[in-house]
């Protein structure tokens, strides 16, 4: 049984169409990323998924159940962290927030006290359990929220913009520990971001979502393919050459210093890195080399580009 | 996959997660503790004021207005000062800022009732006003003045029952009236009209038998008397024996019919929400 199901969801607002005949299916384990540009939908599917949103035509269901009908059901078996707001409670030490919230889903003190302790370590939240929660910086107060979240063990673990206004030291800590909390449990995740840094790292699946509806759905490489989005090589040679024009299957994009540098475009469904390299370097002294991968930004922007959005 | 199960005894744990809350709501509201002294200070000095001015108005009546003889007046005074910050007759503003702000979103993704989780934030709040606030008021009226106290063991549990009603009552009004927010844009219009007219028909400023006789009647018909001036009465000893039944029931009549309202705004509002953006 799928984890999240929706089928023809529909949410309209006042003078627009959130969300338009979306069907998606994510199964237990998958690690899926959300984008789309601001107002593209994300949120509100979001919000429809955990029951805070009534859709206006179209199914829901998580984990099996329609939030609408049994928003508890679904409350106490997915963890949800809006990047934006907080689920803690801001006058009171961090320490407590967690002790209420275990409460509140009704945990078995012993392990309750273990799965903080766990969480607080592998997220190094020690120093900062006796501050109040209005004196944590950004990246500790989303540290705090995601184990708030996962304090009671969901099965799906749905993320909005958690990395929202973090440096790239905190990002780098809060992916490293998704990465082996899900290794550990196999939690699913749900995560909408505008840092493809986290896609890259998190996800092996991406769902991109345009004026509501699905326009992507499948893997990161093959999101970049789609859109005929290319790798480059970028070649420094040993001397100042002729431009690298006559090379199997690949495009000069550009040649600097009179040929010191030149960078190649290719598809990589038609030839590889390596076989580049050989075709060159069997002609001219190659010094250095880099690969730059396809900008996902720029294949999002290219898929709404085809889809007639600017 | 999952090592810590929700547990299987859902008997003793919505008690337990309950008072969590209500330690919670204590717990935040003791941090502000130069703001307890503050309110306690003003309620004092306010108390000796009105102690006086009823006490000049007994005078001036001869002997008892109401059914209200002099110690009773000054203990009507000091009680209503003492339960002043207890009670929240002046209402709250969170649960309306939250739909504003659309974190009330948080509160639905989690698995409890909003109006429950509230409700033990705020007993929380009121325990906390009752010790830094409202006993010291009391002590120091009694200091003061000669106040009637409770006449027998009885009438002490049953006001200490009814103050806890009456902290329900004021709730669960204010909590309808910050539902409200869910519709209207701004509802400080509405939130001054309740404390208008709260403060009036409650009996903070005059009992409510000492009210004209059309005015007491519409005081009787709201909920208004439940948050202060029952348990002022039987605090003060101006109802006994089966007044205080009848006392107790009316204010659980509004408990009920009030948290009752609040759920089904509630749920109206849940399905009108739209918390845009974030």
């Given amino acids: 049984m799928s984890i999240i199901e929706t089928r023809d969801l529909v949410r309209d607002f006042k003078r627009t169409r959130a969300v338009d005949h979306l069907t998606l299916a994510v199964e237990p384990g998958e690690a899926v990323g959300y984008i789309g540009a601001n107002g593209a939908g994300k949120s509100t599917t979001i919000k429809m998924l955990t029951g805070i949103l009534k859709p206006t035509s179209g199914t829901v269901r998580t984990c099996g159940i329609d939030p609408m009908r049994d928003r508890i059901g679904v409350a106490r078996r997915v963890g949800v962290v809006f990047g934006q707001r907080s689920q803690l409670w801001w006058d009171l030490p961090l320490r407590e927030s967690f002790g209420i919230l275990a409460a509140i889903h009704r945990l078995d003190p012993a392990a309750a006290a273990a799965r903080t302790d766990r969480l607080v370590e592998q997220l190094e939240m020690g120093p900062q359990l006796g501050t109040p929660v209005r004196s944590l910086s950004l990246g500790q107060r989303m540290r705090a929220e995601i184990a708030a979240a996962l304090l009671h063990t969901p099965e799906l673990l749905i993320l909005d913009e958690p990395t929202i206004g973090l440096d790239v030291l905190s990002k780098q800590r809060l992916r490293e520990f998704l990465v082996a909390e899900r290794r550990e449990r196999g939690t699913t995740l749900l995560l909408t971001t505008h840092d493809m840094g986290d896609i890259e790292r998190l996800c092996d699946r991406v769902l991109v979502v345009d004026h509501g509806r699905l326009a992507f759905d499948g893997t990161l490489p093959g999101l970049a393919a789609t859109v005929g989005a290319q790798r480059m090589l970028v070649i420094d040679l040993a001397e100042p050459s002729l431009d690298l024009t006559g090379v199997p299957n690949t495009t000069l994009v550009e040649s600097e210093s009179g040929g010191l540098r030149q960078r190649l475009a290719f598809d990589a469904e038609a030839t590889t890195a390596a076989a580049v390299l050989a075709h060159v370097s069997a002609r001219h002294g190659v010094r250095d080399l880099t690969i730059e991968e396809p900008d996902i930004e720029d294949v999002v922007r290219r898929i709404y580009a085809a889809s007639g959005r600017g | ?278």
């Fill in chain 2, 1 to 278: 996959m999952s090592s810590v199960a929700p547990c299987a005894c859902p008997r003793p744990c919505p008690v337990k997660t309950f008072w969590l809350l209500v330690r919670a709501g204590f717990r935040r509201h003791s941090t502000y503790r130069l703001a307890l002294l503050a309110g306690m200070t003003t309620n004092s000095v306010f108390g000796i004021i009105r102690a006086y001015i009823l006490l000049a108005a007994l005078a001036s009546a001869g002997a008892s207005i109401g059914g209200y003889d002099a110690s009773m007046a000054v203990a009507f005074v000091w009680w209503g000062q003492a339960l002043l910050g207890t009670v929240n007759l002046w209402g709250f503003a969170e649960v309306k800022d939250r739909v504003r702000t659309g974190d009330i979103a948080i509160d639905f993704l989690r698995p409890l009732d909003p109006q429950l989780a509230y409700l033990a934030g705020d007993l929380g709040r009121a325990g906390i006003n009752l010790i830094g606030r409202g006993i010291p008021a009391i002590l120091l009226g009694a200091l003061l003045f000669d106040i009637a106290w409770p006449p027998s063991g009885l009438s002490w549990a049953a006001g200490a029952v009814s103050v806890l009603l009456a902290v329900i009552v004021a709730f669960a009004g204010n909590f309808v009236i910050n539902l409200l927010a869910f519709w209207l844009v701004e509802i400080r219009g509405i939130t001054l009209l309740w404390m208008i007219t709260g403060g009036l028909l409650c009996g903070l400023y005059l009992p409510v038998p000492w009210f004209p006789d059309w005015l007491r009647t519409v005081a009787t018909w709201s909920p208004f008397p439940s948050m202060l001036q029952q348990p002022i009465d039987i605090l003060a000893g101006r109802v006994v024996g089966a007044g205080i039944a009848t006392s107790l029931a009316i204010q659980l009549f509004w408990v009920t019919a009030l948290l009752a309202l609040g759920q089904v705004v509630l749920r109206a509002g849940r399905r009108r929400l739209e918390v845009q953006g974030g």
